[in-house]
């Protein structure tokens, strides 16, 4: 399920904190010089709420609008540390994108640290939970190990997503507790007549169980595996597509934020196959909810990524960067030496040593 589609709460957050005059942004609309980068949730703006994650390349005033993206370090995030709540930064609001400082932002939401790991929460009123990493992956092994809810119409979610909307995804809907969901996008581009979905069944309880779920992103073969057990590929070579535009790859391919969530599909303001798809209308009176003090809470007790070989940055390398599309309209990315460090307001100066994949 194409997770942009879920925080439409949020865009109409930004939209009214930026300006009555917000600008929106899109395929073909670029952003206007003045307000130069093109936000997650497709409003221009400035300043580093709106160029650093999630602000697309390809739709802001420029190909170098966005700040750079801070490049795939290999990690392994221990949720259940005393010392684990060092890695968030709780109000990303303003954040300049020193991913040095900081592994995680929570994007909304609430969070509550266990001896099960973090715990993400949804309420009636809070319109779910979202953790983004700090930095990305342009093709990596990403492990995390968690813990599903059980509620119709709440989504248990673990994704990769690219600021040009690449996503890849584990996804766990509603109280199916034997299952799991993968699938991937291209661009944000959703046919929902064709089969990207696949689901896993089998799974022990995975309300009651930790699994490890996996996203093995290469750039030739996309793999999920389920406690290190591989349960679905797709080839690279799989995704030839042709239409009036053109014959491409449609493959995840650009560089994507690790990210987390809980989120409500069975609300009144969802589409009705969202509704369907996630097990229907949530039921708020469910007796989990009551006795956790009204609380939906998922737990993930770690996550580890592995940058792949691939992708090993050349030496000085801190920032991925946008160079361009290819004569197929596939986004191009370079890695730059260029710091990820946002100075807010000023303009990022020209790149400098470009080095492509
Ligand atoms: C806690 O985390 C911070 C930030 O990641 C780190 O600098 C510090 O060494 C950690 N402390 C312990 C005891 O692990
Ligand atoms: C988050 O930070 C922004 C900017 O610093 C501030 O305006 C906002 O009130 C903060 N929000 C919370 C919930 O602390
Ligand atoms: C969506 O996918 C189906 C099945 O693969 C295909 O027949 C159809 O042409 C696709 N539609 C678009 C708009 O790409
Ligand atoms: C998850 O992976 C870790 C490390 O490989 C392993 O120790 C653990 O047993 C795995 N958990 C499950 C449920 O398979
Ligand atoms: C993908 O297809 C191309 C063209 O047919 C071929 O040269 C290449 O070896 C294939 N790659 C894989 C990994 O199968
Ligand atoms: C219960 O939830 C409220 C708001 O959702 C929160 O402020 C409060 O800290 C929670 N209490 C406990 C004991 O977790
Ligand atoms: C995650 O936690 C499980 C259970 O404690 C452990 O077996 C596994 O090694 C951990 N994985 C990582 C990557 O830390
Ligand atoms: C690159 O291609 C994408 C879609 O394939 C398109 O949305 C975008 O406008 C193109 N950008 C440039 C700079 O050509
Ligand atoms: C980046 O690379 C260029 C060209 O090699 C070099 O001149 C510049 O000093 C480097 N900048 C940093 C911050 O390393």
């Not at 999630?54 to 802001?60: D, E, F, P, R």
């Amino acid at each position: 399920m194409l997770s942009t589609s879920v925080l439409a709460s949020a865009s109409v957050l930004l939209s009214l904190a930026g300006s009555a005059l917000a600008q929106g942004c899109g395929p073909g609309t670029l952003c206007p010089a003045a307000t130069p980068c093109c936000s997650e949730f497709g409003f221009c703006g400035s300043g580093s709420t709106y160029c650093r994650g999630g602000c697309n390349a390809l739709w802001s005033h420029s190909l170098t609008s966005c700040e750079p993206e801070p490049i795939c370090q290999s990690a392994t995030y221990d949720f259940t540390s005393p010392n684990a709540s060092s890695l968030v930064l709780m109000n990303a609001t303003g954040f300049n994108n020193d991913a040095t400082r900081y592994a995680w932002t929570l994007d909304k939401g609430n969070i509550a640290w266990s001896p099960q790991g973090l715990g993400m929460i949804l309420t009636e009123t809070n319109g779910g939970t979202r953790l983004s990493t700090t930095r990305y992956v342009d093709y990596g092994t990403i492990t995390a190990s968690l813990k599903t809810g059980r509620w119709g119409g709440v989504v248990t979610a673990f994704i990769t997503m690219s600021d040009v909307k690449d996503e890849i995804d584990w996804e766990f809907p509603g109280s199916a507790t034997t299952q799991g969901q993968s699938n991937y996008y291209w661009l944000g581009v959703a046919n929902y007549s064709a089969t990207n979905g696949e689901t896993t069944d089998g799974l022990s309880d995975t309300y009651d169980n930790f699994h490890n779920f996996t996203i093995d992103w290469q750039p030739e073969t996309l793999q999920w595996l389920v406690d290190g057990a591989v349960v679905r590929t797709v080839q690279k070579n799989d995704t030839l597509k042709t239409d009036s535009s053109g014959t491409r790859y449609e493959y995840p391919s650009t560089p994507s934020r690790v990210q987390i969530s809980i989120w409500p599909a069975g609300i009144s303001s969802s589409a009705q196959g969202t509704i369907e798809w996630g097990g229907g209308m949530i039921n708020w009176a469910d007796p989990d909810y009551v006795a956790n003090n009204n609380s939906f809470v998922v737990y993930v007790e770690n996550l580890s990524i592995v940058c792949s070989s691939w992708t090993q940055p050349a030496p000085g390398a801190q920032s991925y960067i946008f160079t361009g599309n290819d004569s197929t309209g596939v986004p191009q990315i370079g890695m730059s030496n260029q710091s990820f460090i946002s100075t807010t307001g000023s303009t990022l100066v020209a790149l400098a040593a470009v080095v492509s994949l």
